[in-house]
């Protein structure tokens, strides 16, 4: 088929490392082939987990076809042979190899499923779970023989589940039952003459590479899901060729006129609907409103089209798909979250958010939500109990840190610029509010440092980005006096336009100074004396290179606004003011913690 995606290559490569491992088996004759066909198995494995069922199938296939001569000659296994016992030996070994391997990158557990992701397998009932895989099982390969209801995602009540004996389904898992009983019993009867061998591949090639998805074994997180059918696909291809063959030998004149024109209708009706798929394909709503249309009692596909609507600001009708999908599945905590979002106007905001917490009290967005919520509302308390929430289940969950900026007060706003810095020193807006919030209590030669540091780290980003910071630190050299720094500063900005890589090179040599500062600090702090500019000039070559900052790499040691001048104009270093000593690094003090001791004077 033409339609494809970047997640679709793991079930390609499955498939070309699965199908490989068994022609290297069982159409090689040489004496290492059971090595490589194992090697290609575990390629196979790793591009998707049921590729690890390429040895189970060579391993059956290879007993099916030695099986005249499996008890009638005396067993003389030896690892290096190539008798039927040694191959087999070697396959088992790798597939329990294998699996250990690939639940020891599991961390030894299976991955944790919802009821969201699939219904049957957390109801109470077996029977009700027995029928309903049963049903699943043959349904799948319904799909196979008549791909005409299809959908990307089969979760949240696509399928539902059968409750009884009763129900009309279950004629379809008979009809399926019953076909399978009969081709086994075929098969078992020839076993000896072994004449339907491409017909006993299709079979096994039909059920043993589903037996991972099947949720017989062990829990998958979904339902349907016809990306598993690609390799089984090749089996139920085998098993209609044959059938077919069958057919036509028995055949008369009109029986073959007949037969030959049903291939046709079979194949055109596939070609026709490859090219109507492909067009639901061509977008993300197409796809979405394709998919509703086949299975409207879906609530995922709800909740999902409604995203696609609030994207693109169709907000009314998103609130009712929103609204269809809790219809649908009440407990969809995500449906209730982005719901709250949407009805901030109506006041029932608040009441969504704390249902999508009684369903998943996991949920990171909803606890941002309320917090948020919260701050609005003036609900300062709980609010930060909301984010401390936040933070618990996600310490690294910027939005939250940002959050908290705004909300807490006093150190605690500091302990978040600071959370901030660490998680993204990349980002100029950390910068540019810890400027805003320096300048806001006074300290302005820190704020300036801020901003030219956010001026900086923007120029690897965007030019745009760097106009906001760019003009605080303008605005602060203007109110100062400090033209010539002005002028400095805004020849830079405009010459770095062209630059190319020399702000980038500029930034990786202003954090080479600092961190040599940051050096030099800790191998003095015993002394009182302050760091000496010499240990930060920037060479000549490096100048004439561009390769330097500002005026401010030089020096760290700028003398700090006195409280009672505001308009207190900084120095740029030690050279300049005369003194013996640096108020920014006496006792080895960083910027960090001098803004901290002048933040208890407020």
């Known amino acids: 088929m033409k339609v494809s995606g970047v997640v679709g290559r793991a079930d390609v490569l499955a498939c070309f490392f699965f199908l490989s491992s068994l022609l290297l088996y069982h159409g090689c004759t040489s004496r290492h082939r059971v ?78 499923f919802s009821p969201q992701d699939n219904p049957p397998a957390f109801h109470p009932s077996f029977t009700v779970r027995l ?11 319904w799909l196979l ?60 090639l039909l059920i043993i590479p589903y037996l991972p998805a099947s949720n017989l074994l062990v829990t998958v997180g979904f339902v349907v899901a016809e990306r598993v059918l690609y390799i089984p696909s090749v089996g139920s291809v085998l098993l209609t060729v044959c059938g077919m063959q069958a057919l036509w030998r028995r055949g008369g004149g009109s029986g073959k006129r007949l037969m030959a024109l049903g291939v046709a209708v079979v194949v055109a009706g596939g070609a026709a609907r490859t090219v109507l798929r492909n067009q ?50 009440p407990s969809y905590a995500s449906a209730h979250n982005n719901l709250g979002t949407l009805e901030v106007w109506s006041g029932r905001a608040e009441h969504h958010f704390l249902l999508a917490l009684r369903y998943n009290a996991r949920h990171l967005n909803a606890h941002y939500n309320l917090a948020r919520l919260y701050r609005k509302k003036n609900r300062i308390a709980e609010s930060l109990k909301m984010l401390e929430r936040c933070i618990s289940l996600e310490p690294r969950f910027v939005p939250a840190h940002v959050e908290m900026f705004l909300t807490a007060a006093g150190q605690d706003k500091h302990a978040a610029l600071r959370r901030l810095l660490d998680l993204e020193p990349r ?53 100062d006096g400090q033209r010539m720094r002005l002028l400095h500063l805004l020849t830079r900005w405009q010459g770095g336009r062209g630059a190319g890589g020399a702000a980038e090179r500029a930034w990786r040599l202003k954090t080479e100074l600092a961190g040599r500062a940051a050096r030099y600090t800790r191998v003095t702090q015993s002394k009182s004396t302050c760091l000496h500019h010499s240990h930060l000039e920037v060479s000549a070559h ?19 606004p006195a409280t009672t001048n505001p308009q207190f104009k900084p120095t740029h270093n030690k050279s300049e003011t005369k003194h013996k000593s640096c108020p920014l690094n006496r006792n080895g003090l960083d910027p960090f913690a001098l803004v901290s001791d002048h933040l208890k004077t407020y």
């Open 280 to 329: 639901d394909w061509r977008t993300r709503e197409t796809i979405l409103r394709a998919d509703l249309a086949v299975l409207p009692h879906n609530a995922k596909l709800h909740y999902n089209f409604a995203n696609f609507l609030k994207d693109i600001e169709q907000q009314e009708n998103a609130i009712k798909h929103y609204k269809e999908a809790l219809r649908l599945w």
């Open 145 to 204: 023989i008549c791909p005409w209801t299809l959908s990307h995602d089969w979760q949240m009540g696509s399928v539902p589940l059968v409750t009884t004996l009763w129900d009309y389904r279950n004629l379809l898992t008979g009809a399926a039952i019953l076909a399978l009983l009969a081709l086994t019993y075929r098969f078992v009867m020839d076993l000896e003459l072994q004449r339907h061998t491409p017909a006993v591949a299709g079979l096994l």
């Open 427 to 479: 980002n100029w807006e950390h910068y540019y509010r810890y400027g805003n919030w320096l300048k806001g209590k006074g300290l302005w030669p820190l704020s300036l440092k801020y901003y030219q540091s956010a001026v900086r780290v923007s120029y690897l980003t965007s030019r745009r980005a760097a106009l906001p910071p760019l003009t605080a630190a303008a605005l602060l050299l203007r109110r």
């Open 35 to 112: 090595v490589w066909s194992i090697v290609l198995a575990a390629l196979s494995m790793f591009a998707k987990e049921t590729g690890l069922t390429a040895l189970l199938f060579n391993i059956v296939f290879d007993l099916y076809k030695c099986w005249g001569t499996l008890f009638r000659s005396p067993v003389r296994w030896r690892w290096k042979g190539d008798n039927v016992w040694s191959r087999v030996s070697r396959g088992l070994l790798a597939l329990v190899l294998l699996a250990g391997f690939r639940l020891i990158l599991l961390q030894g557990s299976l991955p944790a």
């Open 131 to 141: 029928l309903t895989f049963c049903y699943l099982a043959a349904f799948n390969w």
């Open 542 to 560: 490096a100048y004439r290179n561009n390769e330097y900052t500002d005026v401010n790499v030089k020096s760290e040691c700028q003398t700090l």
